[in-house]
């Protein structure tokens, strides 16, 4: 399939994903706006809080490798419209927890399973559809991710003002429900990955690309990046209050992160194409541990802003590179599950990370050593990426 035959489908795919996306990082990321409501009615510790983002994370990273098989299996629409169903039932159950408790095991657990649900698929079925502009197309796609973290968020924290956290749950699953269960049935399987008269279809099986040292190091790479990905969305709000800044504000950055992250995807996406994808991954990695360096150092909003601005791009571009990366090196055979068995690496950082930084909080009273420590990480994670992409590169 060349540009000039790319199927104009493909593009409704592309817009799909990322309202698909939009909606469902969107929902995971207004968790800024309920924790300090989580906290006061609850006297929950900011670890205790922290772990309903960790356990919605861990699972639907864990679960997106079977997300993933099931959408090479069954077709994209259908496993993503149950994510989006499953979502909106979890924010529901969360509405009426009596207890921290409670909240961890209704919201956590059917959060992590919807976006499993709907992530893996999402992304999975836009790669093949393209060829030279695969980055862009990627990119466009996972930029619904840095609208969703820009806009729900913000529209969240209205609603708790307006009604109160609870029915401000109700809200956002009708949200859900109208506008992700909507893109989800637009999601369509591209000819590319459609099986052959013979019965194959082209690319690299599942087992075989797991058994690759390319993976192993791509796998790696996201293990020791994934903290750094996680931390400033559980924390960032809080530390901004620690320092005196309002709320409005606070959670205000988390929107500041959607709004770096929606130009690195599409900057950074368009521009591996013609740079190369796996040299602007590793660029993009080491960014992001650079990144954390101005949080250490913030004392002031600005620069908070500015941190999550910068921290935003450089994540917005890793994670618009990932699926166009995979569908490169492995064809479009098993290209959803490949995504998804990726994706898990990534599944230690969200819930380990937020839980730990909150734990260090609770006990030092400040974030400089969770925030170093992730400097560090981000540094081997590039070069980890730099082995499983650049280093052993296709010629």
Do not use: K
């Amino acid at each position: 399939m060349t540009a000039e035959h790319e199927s104009a489908y493909g593009w409704v795919v592309v817009w799909a994903c990322f309202t698909a996306l939009a909606v469902i990082f969107g929902v995971s990321y207004s968790f800024a706006a309920f924790f300090e409501p989580f906290a006061a009615e609850f006297g929950a510790a900011r670890a205790e809080v922290s772990l309903v983002f960790g356990l919605s994370g861990l699972l639907y990273f864990v679960l997106g490798a079977f997300a993933g098989m099931l959408a090479d299996r069954w077709g994209p629409a259908r496993v993503a419209a149950a994510g989006m169903v499953c979502i909106a039932l979890a924010l529901v159950a969360g509405s009426r927890a009596r207890s921290m408790a409670e909240v961890t095991l209704a919201y956590g657990p059917g959060l992590g399973l919807g976006i499993a649900l709907v992530y893996t698929p999402a992304i999975g079925c836009v790669q093949p559809w393209f060829t030279r502009r695969r980055g862009l197309a990627a990119g466009i796609a996972s930029a619904g991710i840095g609208a969703g973290t820009l806009a729900v968020p913000l529209a969240a924290s209205a609603a708790i003002a307006l009604w109160q956290w609870r029915q401000a749950m109700w809200a956002i699953a009708a949200g859900v429900l109208v506008f992700g269960l909507t893109a989800a049935l637009l999601l369509r399987r591209a000819p590319e990955a459609e099986r052959r008269a013979d019965g194959s279809v082209p690319g690299t099986p599942l087992a075989q690309a797991l058994a690759g040292r390319r993976f192993r190091w791509l796998y790696a790479a996201l293990v020791l990046g994934s903290p750094t990905m996680f931390v400033p969305f559980a924390h960032l709000s809080a530390a901004a209050r620690d320092l005196g800044v309002p709320e409005a504000q606070a959670v205000g950055l988390v929107g500041l992160i959607g709004i770096g992250s929606l130009v690195g995807r599409f900057a950074v996406g368009a521009l591996a194409d013609r740079i190369g994808r796996p040299r602007a991954l590793v660029g993009v990695l080491a960014s992001l541990g650079l990144s954390m360096l101005l949080w250490l150092a913030a004392r002031e909003y600005w620069a908070l802003a500015a941190f999550a601005l910068w921290m935003g791009l450089s994540y917005g571009g890793s994670v618009s590179l990932m699926p166009a990366l995979c569908m490169d090196l492995w064809g479009a055979r098993a290209v959803s599950s490949i995504i998804g068995v990726l994706y898990t690496a990534a599944a230690f950082g969200n819930l380990g990370g937020p839980w730990l930084a909150g734990r260090v909080f609770d006990a030092s009273g400040s974030y400089a050593g969770v925030v170093a420590a992730c400097a560090l990480m981000s540094a081997a994670s590039a070069l980890a990426a730099w082995r499983a992409v650049v280093w052993a590169a296709p010629r």
